[in-house]
């Protein structure tokens, strides 16, 4: 062999040894945590727990903040309280209404040290009425001041002796930095210091803000946690608005994880073998709005007809006659919310006050009109009958529902029919209440429901289906400010009372919501946010 | 002897003069004569027999001015005799009493007559300045002894401020009053008098305002006494416990024995209605008792009692009618289980729980009447998991689950052989998990 021969093949086995570590070491890389995809039906606007309005904004804000407290799931599949920024909370055995918390040494995503001054900060902002945050009337209720006791302590007092397993709860609200680019934040966060946060915000959670385009949000793992490093490089919030669009995104592993999900997405998901699925029964619930103001359904005995027509479980079968994972309301709330919420107070749930009576609600329609009022063409809408709104987006899901509510309907002599409307027309017509009836979901409530009044209130912008009663606002205002168990009790049977007669719902049923996820691991879904572990998930290809 | 002998024997002798002369004098001569031998007797310290020669005057008027005088003084210098006795005798108040009752020396109805010829004025003098010094001198230490009853009001229990502000009154009084009695013999006694009244019209004021906090913190008191717990909880029979239950009842309804007693007697110290409700309050204490006795005797297989055995919801604010401690108990075990019992008073429809804390993480469960130590085969811990905080056991909607609110406290094993544990009520508070 010549020496140009020898050389050549010398050259071309250290190249092809290069490439072949090359191949190698990218192979490495691509194994390694990279960022979780999570899909979502829409972005947060503002991640600032103080100012958050919406499920997503709340869920997102659990990747970003910490309390005091934070809510985790634990092994049993349990949301259970522990500590979070606070390194100990001791209660005051004298009087048992002051507790003394020593923060953690943490920093903030911007390296600045978490000091008491933020807690303080941050109980300023969340009371501030500008702000208008859905925790403001409870942490009045049960917080008479929050102050420093130096660098790292904080004094809590309660307005009266609390049990630690309940005040533990109240300390789970978020923290937010008292300093932002280098300024103080003022208390009122709705000017642009506040949207500024917002859009950007600084946080000590396992993730910290990197970037937002119109279709995602991208949140990089942050080591310093208090909750301990992240398993996973980061997480990315991606919009992807239909319900098919984001099922095709997880099936071709575009995404890592699908958050929102409708009833009937399972089976289309358990075809693929290697979707894993976690399913919680979700603070939300399906309703039928009627819209009050339109003469034919301004009367209570019209909206009555409507309730008592229904039988819930024969609306969608193979969904709502199910044994388990679904749950009806015969009111405002789900019908378990009491036995669930206080099991030690309650063995059965609310009394159902308007129960299927199809001879009564077919009764009741004749003499209200409404029977005759569906026989006629509707002014708005070209079918007969009483026109049944729906997002489109819901899919098959909305069209066997609607289906199943004009059948049931149909039983009582009131002619309704389904009508599906693209999503933007839907949110129109619901906003500008030109909708006879309307299937809604509500979501992002508490364990208690406590965000319910906007539906019901007079003058709330939520308020979709127009009604009005002084004695209900009066009620619900009582409910909002309860924070004893007995008040909170008496005020929420006697709004499911109230509201049982105006009738601007037909209560339907809660579903189970899924939680569909490839390739991942540490995922464990324990309430409504599915953040709560989310430190903790990583690519099953990266362990 | 000599002298009754020989001062007949003038007096003989100048009764027959007198009877001699008496032949040859006019009246008014008569009873000249008779006024100047008396007096001539008087003053040479015969009064008896000068009164006798005075008798002898034949002009009614004069032969009665001129005895009544002779009783007079002879009554006067038994007077000063009684106070010289009483000086000696019964102390410088009766003898200061026995001046006052001497009165002024009588005066004499002729300037023949030398006054005061046994020295009697001079006597009482002697008596009532020593008497009068003797008061100034114990009413300087009642006030001294006040005075120090008064810096006991400032510190201590408020039943031991509320005695020595009373005690404190009672030597200002006193102390104003001997200062009077020793009167102007004493010369610091005037000023002494009116200091002392001074001192105490302001120790009365004191008192009331002691009394009125006193009634105020009664409910607060009672608390504490409703709190007290044994000295040895160990051996702590049902007989004891009964008894131990007995003396508290009996020391709340003395105490509001007393406090009725205050209220009655300064009905204007507190309001009537604020007094019928920390009354209400301490009789609503008092009315547990009967319910305690009902448990200790129908309970069994129950453990040991913490104390206070029967607790409502934990209330630190002064006054607070609903005010109650944390039952405590302590103890010590490696292996097996302690038992413990005690009754939640919680009324009927209000949602309260009933935490039980522990100084260690070792185990806890807690069950309803009938269920503890023995009797545990159906037990059913009502602790509820899920709450669990720390080494905080809490048993939600007490009230309602708790028959009677008697609950069995089952302390497991720990890591150190004694524990500590208490059991409170608290209100129940909603609580938001989002």
Redesign the interface.
């Known amino acids: 062999m010549s020496d140009t021969r020898r050389r050549s093949s010398l050259i071309a086995c250290v190249a092809v040894l290069a490439i072949a570590a090359f191949l190698v070491l990218s192979s490495c890389a691509t194994k390694g945590p990279r960022r979780i995809v999570v899909a979502v039906q829409e972005l947060p606007l503002r991640l600032d727990p103080v100012r958050v309005s919406r499920p997503i904004e709340?869920n997102a804000c659990e990747l970003l903040f910490d309390g005091m407290v934070n809510?985790v799931a634990n092994d049993s599949g349990?949301?259970?309280?522990a500590l979070g920024l606070a390194e100990s909370i001791v209660q005051d055995q004298?009087?048992?209404s002051l507790y003394r918390i020593t923060l953690r040494k943490a920093a903030w995503h911007d390296g600045r040290q978490l000091c008491s001054g933020d807690v303080v900060s941050s109980f300023a902002a969340y009371v501030d009425p500008a702000n208008a945050s859905t925790?403001r009337e409870?942490l009045l209720g049960?917080v008479s001041s929050v102050e420093a006791d130096g660098e790292r302590g904080v004094l809590v007092r309660f307005r009266?002796?609390?049990?630690?397993?309940?005040a533990?709860?109240?300390l789970?609200f978020k923290i937010v930095p008292r300093e932002y680019r280098g300024t103080i934040m003022p208390a009122d966060r709705s000017g642009k210091e506040g949207e500024a946060f917002a859009v950007s915000p600084v946080g000590t959670g396992p993730f910290r803000f990197a970037s937002r385009r119109n279709s995602e949000i991208v949140l990089d793992s942050y080591p310093s946690a208090v909750r301990g490093a992240p398993a996973s490089r980061g997480i990315v919030l991606r919009r992807i608005v239909g319900s098919k669009e984001r099922i095709a995104a997880l099936l071709s592993g575009k995404v890592d994880l699908i958050a929102d999900t409708g009833p009937l997405d399972r089976p289309l998901l358990e075809r693929a073998g290697d979707v894993m699925v976690q399913s919680y029964m979700p603070?939300a619930f399906y309703s039928l709005a009627i819209n009050v103001r339109r003469s034919e359904l301004s009367s209570p005995e019209a909206r009555e007809a409507l309730v008592r027509a229904v039988d819930r479980a024969a609306l969608v079968p193979g969904l709502t006659d199910r044994s388990s994972g679904v749950e009806f309301c015969c009111g405002p709330f789900p019908d378990g919310l009491l036995t669930r919420v206080?099991p030690?107070?309650f063995r059965q749930g609310f009394p159902n006050r308007l129960p299927r009576a199809q001879a009564l609600a077919a009764h009741l329609a004749e003499t209200s009109g409404l029977a005759a009022y569906g026989r006629r063409s509707s002014d708005s809408f070209s079918e007969a009958g009483l026109a049944i709104a729906y997002p489109k987006s819901w899919g098959e899901f909305g069209a066997r529902l609607s289906l199943g509510l004009t059948a049931e309907l149909g039983e009582a002599h009131i002619v309704a029919h389904p009508s599906p409307l693209p999503d933007a027309d839907y949110a129109a017509a619901i906003g500008s209440r030109s909708f006879e009836l309307a299937l809604v979901y509500h979501e992002g409530?508490?364990?208690?429901y406590?965000g319910i009044s906007s539906l019901y209130r007079s003058s709330s912008p939520e308020n979709e289906t127009g009604i009005s009663d002084a004695q209900l606002d009066k009620l619900l205002a009582s409910r909002d400010g309860?924070?004893?168990?007995?008040d909170?009790?008496r005020d929420t049977l006697a709004v499911h009372d109230r509201v049982s007669v105006l009738a601007p719902y037909v209560p339907l049923f809660c579903v189970e919501k899924d939680i569909f996820y490839r390739g991942l691991s540490g995922v464990l879904i324990a309430?409504?946010?599915p953040f709560l572990t989310s430190e903790k998930w990583v690519q099953a290809a990266a362990e | 002897m000599a002298k009754y002998v020989s001062a007949t024997c003038i007096a003989i002798a100048i009764s027959l003069a007198i009877s001699s002369c008496a032949v040859f004098r006019s009246p008014a001569q008569r009873a000249q004569a008779l006024i100047e031998e008396g007096s001539r007797l008087f003053s040479a310290g015969y009064v008896a027999e000068a009164e006798r020669t005075w008798a002898g005057i034949p002009d009614s008027e004069k032969r009665e001015e001129y005895t009544a005088y002779a009783q007079a003084y002879s009554a006067y210098d038994a007077a000063v005799s009684r106070a010289e006795k009483a000086l000696s005798s019964a102390g410088p108040e009766a003898a200061m009493a026995a001046v006052s009752g001497a009165g002024a020396i009588p005066a004499a109805p002729t300037a023949v007559v030398a006054p005061d010829p046994l020295g009697a004025a001079a006597r009482l003098d002697r008596v009532a300045t020593t008497a009068g010094a003797a008061l100034a001198s114990r009413a300087a230490s009642a006030e001294s002894s006040a005075d120090g009853s008064l810096i006991k009001t400032r510190t201590g229990a408020i039943a031991d401020r509320v005695a020595a502000a009373s005690k404190a009154v009672d030597g200002y009084i006193e102390a104003a009053r001997l200062y009077r009695s020793a009167g102007d013999r004493a010369p610091e006694a005037g000023a002494g008098a009116s200091r002392s009244s001074s001192k105490a019209a302001k120790a009365e004021e004191l008192h009331k305002a002691l009394l009125k906090e006193s009634l105020v913190s009664f409910s607060d008191r009672m608390g504490e006494v409703f709190a007290r717990s044994p000295a040895d909880t160990k051996k702590l029979d049902d007989k004891a416990l009964l008894a131990f239950n007995a003396e508290t009842d009996s020391l709340i309804r003395h105490a509001l024995a007393e406090f009725d007693q205050v209220v009655a007697a300064y009905p204007d110290l507190i309001d009537p209605t604020k007094a019928e409700k920390l009354r209400l309050s301490a009789s609503s204490l008092s009315a547990r008792f009967a319910r305690i006795e009902g448990a200790i005797k129908a309970t069994k297989n129950r453990g040991r009692p913490v104390m206070p055995l029967l607790i409502g919801i934990?209330?630190?604010q002064p006054g607070d009618s609903q005010r109650s401690r944390p039952g405590s108990f302590t103890g010590s075990s490696v292996s097996g289980s302690d038992w413990w019992w005690g009754i939640v008073d919680i009324p009927k429809?209000?949602?309260q729980?009933l935490?039980i804390?522990m100084s260690d993480n070792r185990p806890v469960r807690v069950y309803a009447a009938g269920q503890g130590s023995s009797a545990g085969k159906t037990a059913s811990d009502l602790v509820?998991p899920?709450?669990?905080?720390?080494n905080?056991w809490?048993v939600?909607?007490a009230g309602?689950?708790l028959e009677n609110g008697i609950f069995h406290i089952e302390v497991g094993p720990g890591l150190s052989s004694s524990y500590s544990g208490e059991a409170?009520v608290?209100?129940?508070?909603?609580?938001?998990?989002?």
């Open positions: 709340e809510v349990s949301a259970t309280p004298f009087d048992r925790r409870y049960l009266e002796p609390i049990a630690e397993f309940r533990w709860y109240v789970t603070q206080l030690e107070y409530y508490d364990n208690l406590s309860a924070v004893e168990v007995t909170w009790i309430s409504d946010n | 934990f209330n630190p429809g209000l949602a729980d935490v804390t509820n899920l709450f669990k905080v720390g905080s809490p939600l909607n309602e689950r409170v608290y209100k129940s508070f909603v609580v938001r998990t989002r």
